[in-house]
């Protein structure tokens, strides 16, 4: 296997590996790789669905989404697409899949199945870069903090999404969801302390209002974001993507209207977290 980094602090790009088939010595590199890069790209895969699957579960436990349409015939897959006729995409904001969740997911393996002749492409944000580009103020005003994280406002029948065209292809519309997260966690592989909010699901600080709780939010969510801790996938057929939820935040870029887009993934069951 060769890794090749995408940027200066966020991604790998690894090659000379099948998921479809790949060891267990390969395997325990590519986990290792994805805790301390956040996201690693695999490109000219034959993955299969049924492949997918396999592979997934080979890292525990597959967590079944609540609001996205599954495939058809493996319901352990979900369907993130976009029909030439939409707007609004799936993912078309900087945020951390399932932080609203107890025990959030773990990550995810993101395959290309049917892609727009350009755009499209997904970016990652490096979450130990960005506390560690934190100012010691900053780190000490944050040091012990806890926030509530829900979706409810994006997935609900009056959220965010139903007020879109993307609505109608959603589910789960009456799930209620909330967990509390410290807001600095330590990677529970690698030790590394992460910064653990993001602007799609975390809402308040324990013990604050939404409005006091706002500016120091968004000191922290425009502190995450900086050329150095980013990096930028140009998706091609073939293409896999495995991220690390705890590590990165991602954002689906919404450029290539007119033209069907359509990614299958499985989410990787997690554990707790833990300042």
């Known amino acids: 296997m060769k890794m090749t980094p995408m ?29 301390e890069h956040g996201v690693a790209v695999f490109r ?7 492949d997918h699957i396999r592979f997934g579960k080979r890292w525990g436990g597959i967590d079944l989404n609540n609001y996205f349409p599954l495939q058809e015939d493996f319901e352990e897959i979900s369907v993130v697409k976009k029909e030439p006729d939409q707007e609004t995409n799936i993912g078309g ?31 990652w944000a490096h979450m130990g870069a960005a506390y560690d580009a934190l100012s ?38 009456d ?14 592989h690698t030790g590394r302390k992460l910064l653990y909010v993001n602007s799609a699901f975390t809402i308040n600080f324990v013990g604050m209002t939404r409005e006091e709780s706002l ?33 990165t935040w991602h954002n689906a870029i919404n450029d290539y209207k007119g033209y069907r887009r359509e990614m299958h993934r499985i989410t990787l069951s997690g554990e707790p977290l833990a300042a």
């Open 215 to 247: 500016p120091l939010l968004q000191r922290l969510f425009d502190a995450a974001l900086t050329g150095e801790n980013q990096c930028r996938l140009q998706w091609k057929p073939g293409t896999v993507a495995i991220w690390d939820n705890r590590t």
């Open 136 to 173: 010691d103020d900053l780190k000490a005003e944050i040091e012990g903090l806890k926030a509530f994280h829900t979706a409810d406002h994006v997935y609900k029948a009056d959220g965010l999404y139903a007020q879109t065209d993307m609505g109608k292809d959603l589910r789960g519309q």
């Open 93 to 123: 904001a900087w945020h951390t899949d399932h932080s609203y969740d107890q025990i959030p997911a773990m990550g995810s393996v993101l395959v290309a199945r049917e892609l727009p002749p350009s755009g499209g492409d997904t970016e």
């Open 44 to 50: 000219d895969q034959e993955f299969s669905p049924e």
């Open 175 to 188: 799930i209620k969801t909330g967990a509390v997260h410290p807001v600095v966690i330590r990677h529970p």
């Open 7 to 35: 940027a200066p602090k966020c991604g790998v790009e690894i090659s000379g590996v099948s998921l479809a088939d790949c060891s267990d010595a390969e395997m325990t590199q590519i986990k290792q790789a994805i805790y």
